[in-house]
Each structure stands twice: as C-alpha cells, then as structure tokens.
Nanobody, 125 residues
C-alpha cells in the first residue's frame, strides 16, 4: 500500500521557480523497477507527464519541459522533488506525483500507476 503526498507552495510568482516535494510511504523510492514521476494538469487540458527519477537515481524528462525541469531525491527521507524554473501563468495546474513501471508519457496520461491526491499551484503576480 504505497502512498504519495505532494506538498509545497500553492502560489508562485512569474519568473520564479516552482518547487514541490513528494513524500512516499509504504514503499522505498529505491525499489526496482519503479519510476517516480511528476505529472500536471492545467485547467481544461489533458494530463502532462513532466519527468521521472528512477530507482537508481537516473532522470528522464519530457522534451517540452526538459530545459526548465529538474527532479531530484532524498533517499534518507524517502522523498523526491520537482523544480520548474522561469514559470509563467501557463504553468498553473494541479501537480501530481506518481509511481509507475514506465517512463512513457502515455502510461501516465491514462492514469496508470499509483498517484498522490495532487496539489494546486497557481502562477500569478
């Protein structure tokens, strides 16, 4: 029974960096063969997989967000984090963390895997 919980500021100003943390319980983020992903859903739009960090610590990102996205982890806390730089109002969305066995965007677009409840992040001045 793995559980994931997103946390972080709900409001970020344009040009700043969005930082979120996913706290995992009931399972280790170093367990093979899992990927630990960040996914977002802007209002009125489809789910968008952003990137993931694997059990070994390797990372993979969506091509559209790679230049602004960084995913890292703290194994001692069983947490992984998202940093999205240079945000604009277009980055306003519900942000989810998830565990899955794939790093393919289509896998998460169909809501496969185990998901957190999501957290609303608004980019506004």
């Amino acid at each position: 029974q793995v559980q994931l919980q997103e946390s972080g500021p709900g409001l970020v100003k344009p040009s700043q960096t969005l930082s979120l943390t996913c706290t995992v319980s009931g399972g280790s983020i170093t367990t093979i063969p899992y990927y630990w992903s960040w996914i977002r859903q802007p209002p009125g739009k489809e789910l968008e997989w952003m990137g993931a960090i694997g059990w070994s610590g390797s990372t993979v990102y969506s091509p559209s967000l790679k230049s602004r996205t960084s995913i890292s982890r703290d194994t001692s806390k069983n947490q992984f984090t998202l940093q999205l730089s240079s945000v604009t109002p277009e980055d306003t969305a519900v942000y989810y963390c998830a565990r899955g066995v794939s790093s393919a965007s289509s896998y998460y677009a169909n809501r496969n895997g185990s998901w957190g409840q999501g957290t609303q992040v608004t980019v506004s001045s």
